[in-house]
């Protein structure tokens, strides 16, 4: 079982940042750093889209649309990811999740934790 919780999101104006958390809880079985795990993101009316990933050995990816912007992160020895996400624009707008990548692995979906960027 993925027992994976969002935390961090808030309402922010544009060109701010925010810092998200993504943590396996203490007692959960799941071994945090043997997977790969990714943030992903849905806003209304669109399809959950990956924006960022990190390997067991750290190595990163991105989407286009966030290049340059947002780093993700993890601490394996805290069992957190973290997405640092700078220059926000409104169209980052959405709920951030974290899992497994790659989507198809992906299972247990948590609550996710809102990002609003004004404009």
Known sequence: QVDLVESG?????????????????????FIFSLYDIGWYRQSPG???????????????NYADSVKGRFTISRVNAKKTVYLQMNSLKPEDTAVYYCNLVPYERAKDWGQGTQVTVSS
């Open 9 to 29: 999101g808030g309402l922010v104006q544009a060109g701010g940042s925010l810092r998200l958390s993504c943590a396996a809880s203490v007692a959960s079985r």
């Open 46 to 60: 669109k399809q959950r889209e990956l924006v960022a990933g990190v390997t067991t050995g750290g190595n990163t």
